[in-house]
């Protein structure tokens, strides 16, 4: 996956969404929940969520949301990014995979709480960049992410290896 | 893979345009739920402790588009009043000359 534009603004980002989401081959097991939708407000406000199902049992969940970078009007950077996969434990009134941080969890990076940091295997620990090497947290994309998933099913191949991390 | 060879099992990203109304509308539904108000759900770790990850990142998404969408309109509102103040102040010069007028 090519690395996001910088600077960024929404139109940029939304050809490298264009581009990435066309190339993206869903596997046969995986159903769209919630398709991609980004709600764009300026050229420097969005959001977006896109939820993926896999079999009955198995989801991700992207949230990232992009806003002015303080001080600095004219440019913008993601505020907050939650990549996240583990079991359907919950189910929200909308049929969605409802999360709470206490659930079960095989990968999750996110900055819900912290600056960027890792869940892997279970909910806790928080695993802070300090902790994780080989991979740069706060770089993730939520491609890059969504792929890493597809080939960790169609592979078996384990999740740290797949994304190239050790924690130490 | 080209899009239209996904059409079956993917859809486009779509995107959802949303005015100030609608924005302050589900911040209304939220609160209305919760039975708190917006800056209290900020502030209060275990409430959203409580809640599904998604709701607090909608409700926040919600609040970070309330303060774009305001600050466009005041934006809009602050280059309309700029353009049209020297019209304004045109139209009322002869009214005061005529004043001026009548006084003499």
């Excluded at chain 1, 939304?14 to 869903?26: E, F, H, P, S, T």
């Excluded at chain 1, 002015?68 to 929200?92: E, I, K, S, W």
């Excluded at chain 1, 709480?113 to 994309?141: I, M, R, Y």
């Excluded at chain 2, 800056?39 to 609040?63: G, T, V």
Aim: glycine share 6%; net charge negative.
């Amino acid at each position: 996956v090519p690395p996001l534009p910088a600077p960024l603004d929404y139109s940029k980002f939304r050809a490298w969404a264009d581009k990435n989401y066309d190339n993206l081959k869903i596997p046969e097991d995986c159903v769209q929940l919630r398709p991609l939708v980004i709600t764009p407000v300026s050229p420097r406000v969005w959001s977006l969520e896109w939820w993926l199902q896999f079999g009955s049992d198995k989801y991700v969940r992207v949230a990232e949301r992009y806003g002015r970078f303080p001080g600095l009007a004219d440019l913008c950077r993601r505020d907050y990014f939650a990549y996240h996969y583990g079991q359907m434990v919950n189910v929200t009134d909308e049929g969605l995979a409802g999360f709470k941080s206490s659930d079960p969890v095989d990968i999750r990076i996110d900055n819900g709480c912290a600056p960027a940091h890792l869940h892997f295997g279970s909910p806790q620990p928080h695993h802070s960049q300090s902790a994780v090497k080989g991979l740069v947290l706060n770089e993730l994309d939520m491609f890059t992410f969504v792929k890493g998933i597809f080939h960790h099913r169609k592979t078996q191949k384990p999740l740290d290896e797949v994304f190239g991390f050790r924690i130490e | 893979m080209a899009r239209s060879q996904l059409e079956e099992s993917m859809s486009p990203i779509t995107e959802r345009f949303l005015t100030l109304a609608d924005v302050e509308e589900q911040i209304a539904k939220f609160e209305g739920k919760y039975g708190v108000s917006t800056i209290e759900f900020l502030k209060n770790p275990a409430l959203r402790a409580e809640m599904y990850d998604d709701e607090i990142f909608q409700w926040e998404s919600y609040e970070a588009h309330r303060e774009e969408l305001a600050r466009l309109d005041e934006e809009l509102r602050g280059k309309y009043l700029h353009r049209v103040r020297p019209q304004i102040d045109q139209s009322l010069q002869p009214i005061q000359n005529n004043n001026l007028a009548l006084a003499a």
